[in-house]
Nanobody, 123 residues
Framework: VQLQASGGGAVQTGGSLRLSCAVS???????MAWFRQAPGKDREFVAA????????HYADSVKGRFTIFRDGAKRTVDLQMNSLKPEDTSVYYC??????????????????WGQGTQVTVSS
């Protein structure tokens, strides 16, 4: 599986961005997730969508503002980010893995990673 992330950029507080993770390989075989990492901080879970059933999970900090979904036509897993805040500024990574629900917030459980894409939110 190969993952290619895109869509980052710079926006002002309250703005929106849509990140896209193109998937080469089995498209629905894995749980897909987005993580982010700010300078000097650990990588943190943002959102995930399960392989089976499409159940979604979100970090509390983004719940209600971010939406993760699969686009079957484009073979991408997208992250729609609305009402962005300066604290959302990070490098965002997409990931794929055979992950059970109890561990999907742990980055170590994912075996495939895309390159990062920078999101910068200014106040």
């Amino acid at each position: 599986v190969q993952l290619q992330a895109s869509g980052g950029g710079a926006v002002q507080t309250g703005g929106s961005l849509r990140l896209s993770c193109a998937v080469s390989g089995p498209f629905r075989a894995y749980t897909m997730a987005w993580f982010r990492q700010a300078p000097g901080k650990d990588r943190e879970f943002v959102a995930a969508i399960r392989a089976s059933g499409g159940t979604t999970h979100y970090a509390d900090s983004v719940k209600g503002r971010f939406t993760i979904f699969r686009d079957g036509a484009k073979r991408t897993v997208d992250l729609q980010m609305n009402s962005l805040k300066p604290e959302d500024t990070s490098v965002y990574y997409c990931a794929a893995g055979s992950v059970i629900s109890s561990t999907l917030r742990q980055d170590s459980r994912y075996g495939y990673w895309g390159q990062g894409t920078q999101v910068t939110v200014s106040s």
